[in-house]
């Protein structure tokens, strides 16, 4: 699966944004998706994911009850809500996806085989 994903951009703290990421294929149904970022000289860092019905998802302590992850199985395209953004959410976002069988979401960079070419994300204080 090829993953595209947009929606970046420079925020002011305490404000929205949302990401994209569409995917190509027939199949997206069939994948976790999740969201990783990674801020300047740090290593990624896993956000969100959700399961491949959309009825499971994960997050990061970081961003629980700021952040929400969904997709739409029709539109083939995840997305992930951002509120109340902090500086500290700086960074370049990247979807990645899986191919699951089951409900399971993953939280690790090397349980997602497929990625995207990464968003910026900019807040400012």
């Known amino acids: 699966v090829q993953l595209q994903a947009s929606g970046g951009g420079l925020v002011q703290a305490g404000g929205p944004l949302r990401l994209s990421c569409v995917a190509s294929?027939?199949?997206?149904?069939?994948?976790?998706m999740a969201w990783f970022r990674q801020a300047p000289g740090k290593e990624r860092e896993f956000v969100a994911a959700?399961?491949?019905?959309?009825?499971?998802?994960n997050y990061v302590d970081s961003v629980k009850g700021r952040f929400t992850i969904s997709r739409d199985n029709v539109k083939n395209t995840t997305y992930l809500q951002m509120n109340s953004l902090k500086p500290e959410d700086t960074g370049v976002y990247y979807c990645?996806?899986?191919?699951?069988?089951?409900?399971?979401?993953?939280?690790?960079?090397?349980?997602?085989?497929?990625w995207g070419q990464g968003t910026q994300v900019t807040v400012s204080s």
């Open positions: 959700i399961s491949i019905s959309g009825g499971s998802t």
């Open positions: 294929g027939r199949t997206f149904s069939r994948y976790a």
């Open positions: 990645a996806a899986s191919f699951r069988v089951s409900e399971y979401t993953g939280n690790s960079a090397g349980e997602f085989r497929s």
